[in-house]
C-alpha cells in the first residue's frame, strides 16, 4: 500500500528559544526538518511527504525540501495550524488519493533513524491499525495537582515514553482527527492519543533512543553530537 508521510513542522520553538520556528533551525548544518524528510524517506517505504510548515512559509521550505526525495515521491508543503493538532489535520488534507497508510513525524524527532519508519509501516502494513514507537522510562514519574501535591506514582515497568513515526490506517487516523474536532479537542499532543479516544487498540513497538524530540537547549547539543559520531 501507499505510504504518506506526514510531518508536522510548524511550531514556534519556544522553549528551544532561537528565534526561529524550530524546524528550520539547523543542526549539523542542515535543518531539523530536512534531517527528518532525509530519514523519513530513506526507509524506503515512502510515495509521498506532507509536511506543515511555519506560517508563511510554505513556498520556501517547499524548495528547501524538494531535493530532498528519492525520484517519484510526491511532494506537498502546507501552512500548518496553531497547535500540533491542527497542522496534522492540514496535513491529513493533502494526501494523495492512493495512500492508505500513514506515518505522521515531528520535524523535531529529527534523528529517528530511518530503519524505525520500516519497521512502524511493517506493524500497520501486518494488520495494526496504530503503532507507536515508545521507550521505557528512566525517571520515576508522579502526577501531580495544581500546587505540587503529588496525586500518584504510577508503576514505571509499565510506562512507556513514545516517540514519532506514528503509524496508521489512514482510514482511522482520519476518523481520529474528525471524531477530535467534533468533541471540540484541538490540542492533543499526539495522534495515538486522538485513535485511542475513538476506541480504537494502539501497539506500541520499541522505539529508539536516536528518535529524542528536540525541545530544549541541551536537546541541541545532543543532536549535534549524535550527528558527529554518525560521521565516523
Ligand atoms: O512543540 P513540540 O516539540 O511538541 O512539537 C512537536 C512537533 O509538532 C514539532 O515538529 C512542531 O514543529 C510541530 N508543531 C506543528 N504545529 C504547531 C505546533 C507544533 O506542526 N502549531
Given at each position: 500500500?501507499a ?39 530513506a ?10 510548515a ?6 520556501s ?5 524538494e531535493?530532498?526525495?528519492p ?51 511493517a ?25 505540587g ?13 513514545v516517540q514519532?513515526?506514528q503509524?496508521?490506517t ?29 476506541g480504537?487498540?494502539?501497539?506500541v ?18 543532536a ?9
Amino acid at each position: 500500500a501507499a505510504v504518506g508521510l506526514v510531518i508536522p513542522a510548524a511550531g514556534l520553538g519556544e522553549r528551544l528559544g532561537v528565534g526561529m520556528p524550530k524546524a528550520l533551525f539547523a543542526v549539523g548544518g542542515e535543518s531539523l526538518l530536512v534531517h527528518a524528510v532525509r530519514a523519513g524517506t530513506a526507509s524506503g517505504v515512502v510515495t509521498s511527504v506532507v509536511v506543515a510548515a511555519p506560517m508563511g512559509q510554505a513556498a520556501s521550505v517547499h524548495s528547501m525540501i524538494e531535493r530532498e526525495l528519492p525520484a517519484g515521491a510526491a511532494l506537498r508543503v502546507v501552512d500548518g495550524g496553531a497547535t500540533r493538532q491542527a497542522s496534522v489535520r492540514a496535513a491529513l488534507a493533502e494526501l494523495p488519493a492512493d495512500v492508505r497508510v500513514v506515518l505522521v513525524h515531528d520535524a523535531a524527532r529529527c534523528l529517528a533513524p530511518a530503519a524505525l519508519f520500516a519497521d512502524v509501516a511493517a506493524a500497520v502494513a501486518g494488520g495494526d491499525d496504530a503503532v507507536v514507537p515508545g521507550l521505557g522510562v528512566v525517571d520515576t514519574l508522579k502526577e501531580v495537582g495544581p500546587l505540587g501535591e503529588v496525586i500518584a506514582t504510577p508503576d514505571r515497568s509499565r510506562l512507556r515514553a513514545v516517540q514519532t513515526p506514528q503509524g496508521f490506517t489512514r482510514e482511522i487516523l482520519e476518523r481520529a482527527h474528525h471524531e477530535a474536532l467534533r468533541r471540540g479537542d484541538n490540542d492533543v499532543s499526539d495522534d495515538a492519543g486522538l485513535v485511542e479516544r475513538i476506541g480504537c487498540p494502539v501497539r506500541v513497538i520499541p522505539g529508539h533512543a536516536e528518535a529524542f524530540k528536540v525541545t530544549r537547549p541541551l536537546d541541541v547539543e545532543l543532536a549535534e553530537a549524535v550527528l558527529t559520531s554518525r560521521r565516523g
